[in-house]
């Protein structure tokens, strides 16, 4: 079994930075891509940013040029770096990752989410 470990969040005013970090522990073989969606009260999880297996990276286009992805895969752990927020990013952030066990069975896990929160 694999488990995320997130941390960080919190609460900023608008145009102000937040750091979130997510640890993963378990019997991983290999991530096919580490991940941070969230979701904002009312409104369906989306995807914020992912790093693939071959290291390409995606943003959503809400937070392309402001939000920065990154990983330290050595320590399974990857990080999101969120600059000149707004409070449209006000959201509870959880990091996901899909993974390779080292049974070669693959699995999709999640966080357990850190609220966000961006006053105006």
């Known amino acids: 079994q694999v488990h995320l470990a997130e941390s960080g969040g919190g609460l900023v005013q608008a145009g102000g930075s937040l750091g979130l970090s997510c640890v993963a522990s378990g019997s991983i073989f290999r991530f096919d891509s580490m991940a941070w969606y969230r979701q904002a009260p009312g409104k369906q999880r989306e995807l914020v940013a992912v790093?693939?297996?071959?290291?390409?990276?995606n943003y959503s286009d809400s937070v392309k040029g402001r939000f920065t992805i990154s990983e330290n895969r050595a320590r399974n752990t990857w990080y999101l770096r969120m600059d000149n927020l707004k409070p449209e990013d006000t959201a509870v952030y959880y990091c996901?990752?899909?993974?390779?066990?080292?049974?070669?069975?693959?699995?999709?896990?999640w966080g357990q989410g850190t609220q966000v929160t961006v006053s105006s």
């Open positions: 790093i693939l297996r071959g290291d390409d990276i």
């Open positions: 996901n990752a899909n993974v390779m066990l080292m049974s070669g069975a693959m699995g999709d896990y």
